[in-house]
């Protein structure tokens, strides 16, 4: 298995304060990508990384921002939390565009 | 702006029948299109990456094909199995959207034993 670890893997928060969910990866992948999951929208791009301080909005990218400071660590702030951001959170990496992508084990965020 | 689609949205067959699931994408200009297989509450497991240039790619049990320039994709599993029962999803990378992924939302998989 690829080497991806997401925190926290559940949170429970209230509406208006900020979550940081972090994504961890020990494969130097150059990719790094937060989607979140909902039903009835499948997967949706929220920001991704192309390298370290490079990254780029998704479809879904009001409300949240990231940062990767070093290759391993791709962080996901959402601002300020809404209930409309109660998901499941996704992190994915991939070595290049070229290559498959893995996708760690996922966070369910509840924002109450 | 790339849009994926992916038919049926669920289905149910009995242990052994021989199946495909559909995945089509908008935007022919792809790099790879990639299958996986989601177990309810799980991540996403990767099954097959298929490149533009390939026509299949095979696992096992399982083949995928590719005809880009129709921007169809088929996953074909053989001897089906219940433990096959999952969430498959097809992601294709390249052309309007870049080094993104985007995803169909998935055909959702009952083996029957």
């Known amino acids: 298995d690829a080497g991806i670890t997401q925190s926290p893997r559940h949170k429970v928060t209230e509406t208006g304060t900020p979550v940081t969910l972090r994504c961890h990866q020990t494969?130097?992948?150059?990719?790094m990508y937060w989607y979140r999951q909902d039903p009835g929208h499948g997967l949706r791009l929220i920001h991704y990384s192309y390298g370290v301080k490079d990254t780029d909005k998704g479809e879904v990218s009001d409300g949240y921002s990231v940062s990767r400071s070093k290759t391993e660590d791709f962080l996901l702030t959402l601002e300020s939390a809404t209930s409309s951001q109660t998901s499941v959170y996704f992190c994915a990496i991939s070595e290049g565009t070229g290559t498959e992508a893995f996708f760690g084990q996922g966070t369910r965020l509840t924002v109450v | 702006k790339q849009e994926v689609t992916q038919i049926p949205a669920a289905l149910s067959v009995p242990e052994g029948e021989n199946l495909v699931l559909n995945c089509s994408f908008t935007?022919?200009?792809?790099?790879?299109l990639q299958w996986f297989r989601q177990d309810p509450g799980k991540g996403l497991t990767s099954l097959l990456l298929i490149q533009s240039s390939q026509r299949e790619q095979t696992s096992g049990r399982l083949n995928a094909s590719l005809d880009k320039s129709s921007g169809r994709s088929t996953l074909y599993i053989a001897a089906s199995q219940p433990g096959d029962s999952a969430t498959y999803l097809c992601a294709v990378r390249g052309g309007w959207g870049g080094s993104r992924l985007t995803f169909g939302e998935g055909t959702q998989l009952t083996v029957n034993p």
């Open positions: 494969e130097n992948h150059r990719y």
């Open positions: 935007d022919s200009a792809i790099y790879n």
